[in-house]
């Protein structure tokens, strides 16, 4: 099993940053991959970033320039550094992992709000 905790949601304003952090916990070696989702109210939920133990990263179009996804050197947290913030940007975030069963792990969602 795998916990995730995430951290540092918030309001934040139009053209602002944000940095969002997920740690891991339990069977933290089995995760090949980790990724940060969003689900934005009456929306489904979406792939934001995604980085795999080879460090390779995913980004959603929409995200590509402003978000950059990182591991922190004990690779049991995943960060996301959000700046150039859009009221669009709104959503509850979540940290998703995935093991090498392919069993997906999620975080409780952390709420992220961008307005003036």
């Known amino acids: 099993q795998v916990q995730l905790v995430e951290s540092g949601g918030g309001l934040v304003q139009p053209g602002g940053s944000l940095r969002l952090s997920c740690e891991a916990s339990?069977?933290?070696?089995?995760?090949?991959?980790l990724a940060w989702h969003r689900q934005a109210p009456g929306e489904q939920r979406e792939l934001v970033a995604s980085?795999?133990?080879?460090?390779?990263?995913n980004y959603a179009d929409s995200v590509k320039g402003r978000f950059t996804i990182s591991r922190g050197i004990a690779k049991t947290t995943v960060d996301l550094q959000m700046t150039s913030l859009k009221p669009e940007d709104t959503a509850v975030y979540y940290c998703?992992?995935?093991?090498?069963?392919?069993?997906?792990?999620w975080g409780q969602g952390t709420q992220v709000t961008v307005s003036s």
């Open positions: 998703n992992a995935v093991d090498y069963r392919a069993t997906g792990y």
């Open positions: 980085i795999t133990t080879d460090d390779l990263t």
């Open positions: 339990g069977r933290t070696f089995s995760i090949y991959y």
